[in-house]
């Protein structure tokens, strides 16, 4: 076994949610979730097939994140798994309980808009994700300036009230 790391294309820091599925219908049924948890949103995935012709099976919304999706998938090249790049102004909170509530989903590796790599397995049979590197190491332990800081943000942005 060799472990390989893929850095996932990410030029505008979009939000990118990596997961595991199980069946060739993941493509259609997560493009649904999409589509009807937020109206109008704009995002691509991928879908690394894992039996048959095994290939980067995908959908979207938007050409520019479908083709996104669609080198980072290849680039991964892990059978059964998924990635969905979101557009500008959408979020995996509004978006991820109803990506997890899609049968066909095993798990989430994660979703962020973080620099990202994925750690990769390669054997003799193919390729699978053993994990991510999501974004930098702490380098601290947050204060009682940071706390207020990030109490602020929470209701500046309106994820938090008053």
């Known amino acids: 076994m060799q472990l390989t790391i893929v850095p996932v294309e990410n030029p505008n820091g979009l939000n990118i949610i990596l997961g595991q599925t199980h069946f ?8 649904e979730a999409l589509v009807n948890t937020v109206p109008g949103i704009a995002f691509g995935l991928a ?15 938007d050409e520019a994140l479908i083709d996104l999706a669609r080198r980072n998938a ?3 090249g ?14 995996p909170i509004n978006v991820l309980n109803a990506i997890k509530a899609v049968p066909e989903v095993c798990r989430i590796f ?7 790599e994925v750690v990769v397995a390669v054997t ?14 702490p380098l ?9 800081w990030r ?3 929470l209701r500046q942005i309106g994820y938090k009230l008053g």
């Not at 601290?140 to 207020?148: K, Q, S, T």
């Open 124 to 137: 003799d049979q193919g390729r699978g994700v053993l994990g991510v590197i999501d974004g930098a190491s």
């Open 47 to 61: 879908f690394c097939e894992a039996s048959g012709k095994c290939l980067v099976r995908w959908s979207g919304t």
């Open 24 to 31: 060739i219908k993941t493509v259609e049924d997560i493009h």
């Open 151 to 153: 109490k602020g943000f």
């Open 78 to 91: 892990a059978g059964h798994s998924f990635i969905v790049v979101l557009g500008t102004g959408y979020y």
């Open 110 to 116: 994660c979703a962020t808009a973080n620099p990202l």
């Open 74 to 76: 290849l680039a991964i």
């Open 140 to 148: 601290g332990i947050e204060g009682d300036e940071d706390i207020a």
